[in-house]
C-alpha cells in the first residue's frame, strides 16, 4: 500500500512539474514563446552602441529569431549576404530593432518556409529574400517602409502577401517570378500604394507595379486608368497567355514582360513607348496597333542590329486584307485578334 502511495504522489508531482514547464513555455496568448537564437555572429557598428548580424555563427537554430540584443549591443541591421543559401533555416523572426535588412541577406535559402519582420523603421533592401522558393507565410509589419528591388522575387511558393501602410516605397520585380501569388493586399491606410483585384499599382493608379504572376486568368486587360506599366510587372506570368494593354498607356519599362507563358501574346497601342527592347525579342507574338514606322519610333534608339529581327516578328494592324508580306492583324466582329493569313 505505501509502494503504490508514493508511485501515485511521483505521478501527480510530475503532472505538476509537467504543467508549470508548460505554461512556463508559453505566452500570454499561449503561443509557444520563441527564445532568441544565439551563436550568431556580429560586428559593432561605428556607434560603439549597436552591432550588425552578419551570420550564422555557431548557432544551429532551425526556427531562427533574430535577438533584439547581442552581449549589450543592440541589434540594428543583417548584413549583406549574412544567411544567404543557408538551407537548414526553415523560419526567421526579425526583431523590431532593426532598421536594415541588407541586400541578399537570407538570398537563396531554400528550406525558409516562414517570415516575419516586425521592424519599426525597416528597409528591406534589394534581393534580401530573393529565391526562398519554400517561402509560403510572409509578415511585414506595420514600420517597414522600404522594400527595394526583387526583394522577394522568384519565391515560387508565395500565394499572398500583404503590404501595410508604413511602406512609402517599393522597388520594381519586388515579387517578380512568384509564380504562385495570386493576390497582392495593400493596407487601405497606404498613402503610395493600392491594390487592385489582387494586383499592386500606385496609389493614384497609373502606375502598374506587379502583376500577380500566380493567378490562373489566361489574358488580361491593362486598366485604361493605368499611364505606366513598369518593371518586371508581368515577369513570370506562367499562366497568361494574352494581355491588351490599352491606349492609355505611354511607357513600358524595362523587361515589363518576361518570362511568360510560351504562347504568350501582346496587344501593345501607339500610344506606348518603349524603355527597352529585349523582351520583345522574347515574347513569342507581339500586337501593334499602327503601322511599322509609328514602331519605329516607339523604339529605343540604341536597339541597333535587332531592329530587323524584331520588326520582322512584330504584327501590325490593319482593318483590311493587306497586300505585302509583312505580318498584319486586325479585330473580328467579336473583338478577338486575329491574325491576316
Same mark, same amino acid.
Given at each position: #500500500? ?19 514547464? &508548460?505554461?512556463?513555455?508559453?505566452t500570454p496568448s499561449g503561443a509557444e514563446k520563441k527564445e532568441p537564437s544565439v551563436g550568431l555572429s556580429y560586428k559593432v557598428n561605428g556607434d560603439s552602441k549597436t552591432c550588425t548580424i552578419t551570420? #550564422?555563427?555557431?548557432? /544551429? ?14 541589434? *540594428?541591421?543583417? %548584413?549583406?549576404? %549574412?544567411?544567404?543559401?543557408?538551407? /537548414? ?10 532598421? %536594415?535588412?541588407? &541586400? ?11 517570415? =516575419? ?12 529574400? #530573393?529565391?526562398?522558393?519554400?517561402? =509560403? ?7 517597414v517602409v522600404y522594400i527595394d528591388i526583387g526583394a522577394f522575387a522568384d519565391c515560387q511558393s508565395l500565394t499572398s502577401v500583404k503590404i501595410p501602410s508604413s511602406v512609402e516605397y517599393i522597388g520594381?520585380?519586388? &515579387? ?8 497582392? =493586399? ?16 500606385? *496609389? ?33 506570368c506562367k499562366n497568361l497567355t494574352f494581355v491588351e494593354v490599352s491606349d492609355s498607356v505611354q511607357l513600358i519599362k524595362y523587361n515589363a514582360f518576361t518570362n511568360c507563358n510560351e504562347d504568350f *501574346?501582346?496587344?501593345?497601342? /501607339? ?17 501593334? $496597333?499602327?503601322?511599322?514606322?509609328? &514602331?519605329?519610333? %516607339? ?5 541597333? $542590329? ?36
Open positions: #500500500m505505501k509502494n503504490k502511495l508514493i508511485k501515485i504522489l511521483s505521478c501527480l508531482l510530475i503532472a505538476v512539474l509537467s504543467v508549470c514547464f &508548460f505554461v512556463a513555455c508559453k551570420g #550564422m555563427g555557431e548557432c /544551429t537554430d532551425k526556427n531562427l529569431v533574430i535577438p533584439e540584443s547581442i552581449d549589450g549591443y543592440t541589434v *540594428k541591421s543583417i %548584413a549583406n549576404s %549574412a544567411f544567404q543559401k543557408c538551407n /537548414t533555416i526553415v523560419s526567421v523572426e526579425i526583431p523590431k530593432t532593426v532598421s %536594415a535588412i541588407e &541586400f541578399a541577406a537570407f538570398n537563396g535559402c531554400e528550406a525558409l518556409t516562414t517570415v =516575419k519582420i516586425l521592424s519599426e523603421s525597416g528597409f528591406i533592401n534589394t534581393a534580401a529574400f #530573393m529565391a526562398c522558393t519554400s517561402l =509560403k507565410e510572409l509578415t511585414i509589419g506595420d514600420g520594381s520585380d519586388v &515579387f517578380g517570378g512568384c509564380t504562385s501569388l495570386t493576390e497582392i =493586399k495593400v493596407e487601405s491606410g497606404n498613402k503610395n500604394y493600392c491594390a487592385i483585384d489582387g494586383n499592386l499599382y500606385t *496609389k493614384d493608379r497609373s502606375s502598374l507595379v506587379q502583376y500577380a504572376a500566380g493567378k490562373k486568368d489566361e489574358s488580361f486587360t491593362v486598366p485604361s486608368h493605368v499611364t505606366t506599366i513598369e518593371t518586371y510587372a508581368f515577369s513570370g *501574346k501582346v496587344v501593345i497601342p /501607339t500610344t506606348a513607348t518603349f524603355e527597352d527592347f529585349i523582351w520583345i525579342t522574347r515574347v513569342p507574338r507581339l500586337y501593334y $496597333k499602327g503601322n511599322i514606322e509609328q &514602331f519605329k519610333q %516607339a523604339l529605343p534608339d540604341y536597339i541597333g $542590329k535587332d531592329l530587323a529581327l524584331i520588326l520582322q516578328k512584330t504584327f501590325y494592324y490593319s482593318e483590311v486584307e493587306p497586300t505585302d508580306e509583312r505580318n498584319y492583324w486586325h479585330y473580328d466582329n467579336n473583338g478577338n485578334v486575329v491574325e491576316w493569313q
